[in-house]
């Protein structure tokens, strides 16, 4: 087993291939929630320690710090036992009392290797849930009257209403440039509605990999056209273009506790059921 650094952008692709081979309905990552975490922000990297475990040209581990103390990993089911590899290398790093990792209740394996070495699940506090649904059947968007909806055309205005949907964000128009620079965004799954101005207010990005699923992310609506059913609409149009694109799948990942309930109540509205949530652990 060679274990290395990463050093860019063919490391992001070995780690997004080995969420792609690894992926079920139940898992945590997706290609695209990899493009979208280490690109919406630039400058970051020297606070994100990351190492690849490989052999014979494949990736079968990865774990990616955040620092100063959660942990972000994947390991291929079939190598359970480089969880404790990762999650070493993880303690070396980061002090007792620091360490946070998340995972998926569907990654039994890396639940268990977390309870073998001592860490405790939380019980409270914030949580994303896992939603999936087949994309045979969709309906049709219908956007408020004097808004339109379409694939994104004015990249600045696209930035700032996810600056003011996600305020305060680090997301800028050069890190966008760098998202919509990589694998596997693609511009005609960047949906956008449109107010009555000509200006953005709302918009949802997919992400299709190769396996035909479509995860959602992001989706957000600025502060001032909330309520009026914009991203349900936005939503539903990139859908209808993701299938186009051949998509079979959708699956996104909105919270799923109490104290933000809004997200998971619109994509169950939109068809999306239930297979997982985030659990977090600490040692």
């Known amino acids: 087993m060679i274990v290395t650094c990463y050093g860019g952008p063919r490391d992001l692709r070995a780690m997004q291939e080995l969420a792609g081979r690894i992926w079920t309905p139940r898992a945590r990552w997706h290609a695209g929630d990899l ?160 107010d009555p101005d000509g200006r953005t207010a709302a918009y949802c990005l997919l992400w299709l990999d190769d396996r035909q699923v479509a995860l959602i992310q992001p989706v957000g609506t600025v502060p001032e056209h909330r309520g009026k059913g914009l991203a349900k609409a936005v939503s539903l149009a990139a859908l209808h273009a993701a299938r186009a694109a051949g998509a079979k799948q959708a699956v996104v990942a909105p919270r799923g506790d109490d104290g933000y309930p809004v997200p998971a109540r619109l994509f169950s509205g939109l068809g999306f059921d239930y297979t997982a949530r985030n659990l977090i652990f600490t040692d």
Not at 87 to 93: D, S
Not at 155 to 173: D, Y
Request: charged fraction near 30%; glycine fraction near 6%.
């Open 35 to 194: 493009t979208w975490g280490r690109l919406q922000h630039l400058g970051r990297e020297s606070d994100w320690p990351t190492m690849l475990w490989r052999a014979e040209r494949r990736t079968f581990a990865w774990g990616w710090i955040e620092l100063p103390g959660h942990l972000n990993l994947a390991v291929d089911p079939d190598r359970a036992e480089l969880a404790h590899d990762v999650l070493r290398w993880f303690e070396e790093i980061v002090p007792p009392g620091e360490r946070q990792v998340t995972v998926s209740s569907g990654d039994r394996h890396l639940v268990a290797a977390l309870e073998e070495r001592g860490y405790r699940r939380e019980q409270d506090g914030p949580f994303l849930v896992r939603m999936v649904r087949d994309l045979d059947v969709l309906p049709i968007p219908e956007p408020p009257p004097g808004f339109r909806l379409e694939a994104v055309r004015d990249v600045p205005g696209r930035v700032a209403a996810h600056r003011a949907a996600f305020h305060p964000s680090w997301v800028t128009e050069e890190s966008y440039a760098a998202v919509r620079a990589a694998w596997p965004y693609r511009e005609d799954l960047d949906w956008c509605a449109i």
